[in-house]
């Protein structure tokens, strides 16, 4: 499997926007890219997917550049409730489960 | 709907002591996993199934045992629980979206300390 590359943490203030960043330079032309975020205390929550062409959803975009090595996850204005552990993953498809790695621990600052 | 349900929440086990962790949904997923995470650890999947009498070993199987007799109920077994087994543990179901991919909604874990 292709691997991805987050800084292990990350800090922002309440009410600004928050660019994440992932890097993944062996993706595979089928790997889509994959975000999740575990806040304190609780079980993953599915964020964002995408492909190619940046993606909009109620709680991020995802931004993926053109030659796919990387990609950003943006909250466009963070509260105190998105301080989480951001993980980005890449997956070909099927239901086999994900692979995690340790991810982007977000601080927001009040 | 509830979503993905496990029980118990916290569980204390002697070494050698065997227990099973109960996992649920009421989405009417067909794929079913279980992860477990250490402390500081992204999760780790240790089995998943793709419906029901189908399962499969994820990348930490050893320890563990599954079946899935039903939709929805995934248990997994501890068979003989070891101290390296003090995790918290997390049951996932899933769906494919219409570009392929696979979509999990996670239950809210068991802890479990084994002695």
């Known amino acids: 499997d292709a691997k991805t590359t987050q800084p292990n943490s990350m800090e922002s203030n309440e009410e600004e926007p928050v660019h994440l960043p992932c890097n993944h330079s062996t993706i595979s032309g089928t790997d889509y890219i994959h975000w999740y975020r575990q806040l304190p205390s609780q079980g993953p929550e599915y964020v964002i997917h995408g492909l190619t062409s940046n993606v909009n959803n109620r709680m991020a975009s995802l931004a993926i550049a053109e030659d796919r090595k990387s990609s950003t996850l943006i909250l466009h204005r963070a509260t105190l409730r998105d301080a989480a552990v951001y993980y980005c993953?890449?997956?070909?498809?099927?239901?086999?489960?994900?692979?995690f790695g340790k991810g982007t621990h977000l601080i927001i600052q009040p | 709907n509830a979503g993905v349900t496990q029980t118990p929440k916290f569980q204390v086990l002697k070494t050698g002591q065997s227990m099973t962790l109960q996992c649920a949904q009421d989405m009417n997923h067909e794929y079913m996993s279980w992860y477990r995470q250490d402390p500081g650890m992204g999760l780790r999947l240790i089995h998943y199934s793709v419906g029901a009498g189908i399962t499969d070993q994820g990348e930490v199987p050893n320890g563990y045992n599954v079946s899935r007799s039903t939709t929805e109920d995934f248990p997994l077994r501890l068979l003989s629980a070891a101290p390296s087994q003090t995790s918290v543990y997390f049951c996932?179901?899933?769906?494919?979206?219409?570009?392929?991919?696979?979509?999990?909604?996670f239950g809210p874990g068991t802890r479990l300390l084994v002695l």
């Open positions: 993953i890449l997956k070909i498809g099927g239901a086999d489960g994900l692979t």
């Open positions: 996932a179901s899933s769906y494919i979206t219409t570009s392929g991919q696979e979509t999990q909604y």
